[in-house]
Each structure stands twice: as C-alpha cells, then as structure tokens.
C-alpha cells in the first residue's frame, strides 16, 4: 500500500463522513487525536483484552492470534478490532483497518452508531469513541475542528 498524503486522507474522510452523515470535520479531528494521519498507527490494548477478549477465547470462538488483533486499535480512527468485527468487518486479517479506506469506512460507521446511541450529542459519541476513562477526550477532538472548517 502506497502511504497517501495527507491531503488525499482528508479528501477520504470527507467521503466516509457524508456517507455516514457525519461532520467531516470532526472526523478529520479524531483522526489527527487518535493516529495523526498515520495510516499505519496500531496500539495493543491489554486492559481491553483482559476484560473483553479473554472470555471468548476461553469458550473457543477464535483464536489468540484473532484475539490479540481485536483488543488492538488500528489505522487513522484506532478502531478497535473488535469493534471492526461488530461492525460487520469480515476481512481474514484486521491489519486491513490499517487500509484508510477500509479503516475510515469502518471507524465512521461506528461512529454513527454511537451518534445514534447517545441521541447525537457529540460529547458522549465521543466519551464512547474512547471508552469513557478520559473526560477530556471530546474536548481535545473538538477543539482541533476549527483547523478543518
């Protein structure tokens, strides 16, 4: 895969953006908090992976390696993979997320579920986005928003 610029990323996330009926400024936003247009960004999460992962590997749904890749974030928006998974993903490997289009088309939809689930109030879709432990975080995204109006 060819590393994009960051020009053609922001072109791509105003796409994903209006497919999912998403201000594409705030998804430039979350992508410049979570990756900094680093297509490649990955973090393994291990209190995820204790609390979410371990369960279903003990009853065989998948296996550790799966199980490894799903309590990671990946790509521009650091969807998790378990996420991705929930969100329909069905690629063999989650390392696709890490494909821009793949990983905005995913993180978006995602996105838009929490919109749905908090009746679009930006401040909890975003306290969710990341899990609810850092009230900071929906601050941190808005405040870059102006930087892509």
């Not at 999460?45 to 550790?64: M, T």
């Not at 996420?83 to 838009?112: H, N, Q, V, W």
Request: proline share 6%.
């Amino acid at each position: 895969m060819m590393h994009p610029t960051k020009e053609a990323l922001i072109s791509l996330a105003h796409q994903k953006a209006e497919k999912y009926g998403l201000e594409s400024a705030l998804i430039c936003s979350l992508v410049e908090q979570e990756s900094n247009w680093n297509v490649f960004a990955v973090r393994y999460e291990p209190g995820f992976y204790a609390k979410y992962i371990v369960p279903s590997l003990e009853v065989g749904h998948f296996g550790p390696t799966e199980g490894m890749c799903r309590a990671t974030s990946w790509g521009l928006m650091q969807t998790m993979g378990q996420t991705a998974r929930e969100m329909g993903f069905g690629g063999p490997f989650l390392s696709e997320l890490c494909d821009p289009e793949i990983g905005l088309d995913i993180g978006c939809k995602y996105l838009s579920v929490l919109y749905s689930k908090t009746g679009n109030n930006t401040r909890d879709a975003l306290l969710r986005w990341n899990g609810g432990n850092r009230p900071e975080y929906p601050d941190q995204v808005m405040a870059r928003m102006p930087s892509y109006a």
